[in-house]
T-cell receptor, first 114, second 111 residues
Framework: DAGVTQSPTHLIKTRGQQVTLRCSPK?????VSWYQQALGQGPQFIFQ???????QRGNFPDRFSGHQFPNYSSELNVNALLLGDSALYLC?????????????FGEGSRLTVL | QQQVKQSPQSLIVQKGGISIINCAYE??????FPWYQQFPGKGPALLIA?????SEKKEGRFTISFNKSAKQFSLHIMDSQPGDSATYFC??????????FGKGTRLSVIA
């Protein structure tokens, strides 16, 4: 049973660039949430996708956008990168649109912005 | 506004000892309180969770104690082992709100 897979695992960008991170949910799951985890901090909710629509959004600027595909996989896009965007970006999957505290996380994509 | 406050930030426990991590929450609408465990280079993984209709839940060496009136809950790890060394996050949510996490506790279990 495949768990949540994310790519790439590591990447380095410079300020002002754009980045796209990808996520495949756990088999059987249809909801994807994205979290940002800064070094030494807890994960912070960015947004959640269900049925190809953004259902909820955390306190993140519009530079952060996403997409969900018919096969439930998802992308996170960040434009105009800032140094402060350096973090581990975690994708989590779950079943159904209702918020559940039982999330299955991938290993994350570590983004470094120089 | 931090909705879930976690303490301590770090914890060192002798092998075989009891590890205790505490959390306090603000939103009385929260109805699900999980603990996640994260090893270096890995994503968080659900360890144990509780709902406010019970005051305690035990799974193996891990126990959650819940105090609804005080809006606090804690994780107890009995007979702590070096393999328990990880970062632990408390979290909370409701049907209308996504999961919010505490800042984490780095646990080191030393032999």
């Amino acid at each position: 049973d495949a768990g949540v897979t994310q790519s790439p695992t590591h990447l380095i960008k410079t300020r002002g660039q754009q980045v796209t991170l990808r996520c495949s949910p756990k088999s059987g799951h249809d909801t994807v949430s994205w979290y940002q985890q800064a070094l030494g901090q807890g994960p912070q909710f960015i947004f959640q996708y269900y049925e190809e629509e953004e259902r909820q959004r955390g306190n993140f600027p519009d530079r952060f956008s996403g997409h969900q595909f018919p096969n439930y996989s998802s992308e996170l896009n960040v434009n105009a990168l800032l140094l402060g965007d350096s973090a581990l970006y975690l994708c989590a999957s779950s079943l159904g649109p209702k918020n559940t505290g039982e999330l299955f996380f991938g290993e994350g994509s570590r983004l470094t912005v120089l | 506004q931090q909705q879930v406050k976690q303490s301590p930030q770090s914890l060192i426990v002798q092998k075989g000892g009891i590890s205790i991590i505490n959390c306090a929450y603000e939103n009385t609408a929260f109805d699900y309180f999980p603990w996640y465990q994260q090893f270096p280079g890995k994503g968080p993984a659900l360890l144990i969770a509780i709902r406010p209709d019970v005051s305690e839940k035990k799974e193996g060496r891990f126990t959650i104690s819940f105090n609804k009136s005080a809006k606090q809950f804690s994780l107890h790890i009995m007979d702590s082992q070096p393999g328990d060394s990880a970062t632990y996050f408390c979290a909370a949510n409701s049907g209308n709100t996504p999961l919010v996490f505490g800042k984490g506790t780095r646990l080191s279990v030393i032999a």
